[in-house]
């Protein structure tokens, strides 16, 4: 029998942010406590340099398994193609036949700002309530349709390399879910009053600096997925209770941490443990209401295995 194919419009119906959150607390929980086999992610530049394809494999300890693979390109700003395209495929687990292919593309834009929300949760102060987003991107509506879905917000900024673009999504964003957005002219100024920051952007360099951010203020690290390109300096590393998705990963790819590591400002250490460790209870998140947290996002095949297997199981 032939695998199903389940399309972008199918998992946005199914997989909402408010459904989702849940799962990848379960998911993150999991990765940290040994309840998926889930090796390394091979990321495999192209020598176009167009962009990198990658492999991430998994096996949850109910022995539902599956993989993704899925391509990331830095597309010109007028093209309509998304950054990740590719496919989630999942076996059953009594026979090893494939049981469906899910669009990667839609999985990763929700599962990823979803993760964002849950460490903002475990991170930031209770009463965070400002939110800056970085990029005008998928992820950065994403994180904002995300974030809003788990708490309320008084206050939502963004900024964009293109100004033009920046506020083309605010005036989306208000008219189809009537948010009300202002757009920054810098990253200085859209960081200075914020409780949460978001960085969502395809930047090579960083773009953001330590020095800017308020007391108190939680950051998810999101736009770099690899070792090389890195959004944030080494003083916003080093200056933040560190968490990450994976320490395996982030150690291996995580280019701010690699970055900041390089300098001699920080060693492994300095990554107090994994978001999963957070939310089970066995590392402590935020100790004062003064302090920075910053939560590194890489990814993991455990999102999208738990995503994958609700859609599929949602639509049966």
């Known amino acids: ?33 040994g309840g998926i086999n889930q090796p390394p992610r091979q990321i495999l ?14 096996v949850i300890a109910d022995d539902r398994f599956g993989a993704k693979l899925i391509s990331a390109f830095r597309h010109p700003e007028s093209s309509p193609l998304p950054a990740h395209q590719g496919v989630v495929v999942l076996f059953d687990p009594q026979t090893g036949s494939p049981a ?17 929300a849950l460490a903002t949760d475990a991170l930031a102060r209770p009463d965070a309530s400002r939110l800056a987003v970085l990029g005008t991107g998928e992820q950065a509506e994403a994180h904002i349709r995300a974030i809003s879905a788990t708490r309320p917000l008084s206050r939502i900024v963004i900024w964009g390399r293109n100004p033009d673009h920046a506020r083309r999504l605010a005036i989306e964003l208000h008219a189809n879910e009537g948010f009300e957005i202002e757009v920054a002219e810098d990253v200085r100024s ?33 736009g770099s997925s690899r070792a090389g390109p890195a959004e944030v300096d080494e003083d916003l590393v080093s200056r933040s209770r560190y968490f990450v998705d994976s320490r395996e990963n982030v150690l291996a790819q995580g280019a701010e941490f690699i970055n900041a590591r390089a300098s001699g400002r920080v060693d492994e250490h300095h990554i107090l443990g994994e978001i999963g460790e957070v939310l089970a209870g066995r590392v402590a998140g935020r100790a004062s209401a003064s302090e920075v947290t910053a939560y590194k996002s890489l990814g993991a095949i455990a999102q999208d295995l738990w995503s994958g297997w609700y859609v599929y199981q949602t639509l049966q």
């Open 45 to 58: 530049p192209l020598r176009s340099g167009k962009g990198v394809f990658g492999v991430m494999p998994g």
């Open 100 to 116: 469906c292919v899910l669009d990667a593309g839609e999985i990763t834009r929700i599962r990823t700002a979803a993760a964002s």
């Open 1 to 33: 029998m032939q695998p199903r194919f389940i399309t972008r419009d199918e998992i946005r119906r199914v997989l909402t942010f408010e459904a989702c959150v849940p799962l990848m607390r379960e998911a993150m929980i999991a990765v940290s406590g």
């Open 190 to 222: 859209a960081v200075a009053e914020a409780d949460i920051v978001c960085t969502t952007t395809s930047a090579a360099e960083p773009i953001l600096k330590g020095a800017w951010l308020p007391d108190g203020a939680h950051v998810n690290l999101v």
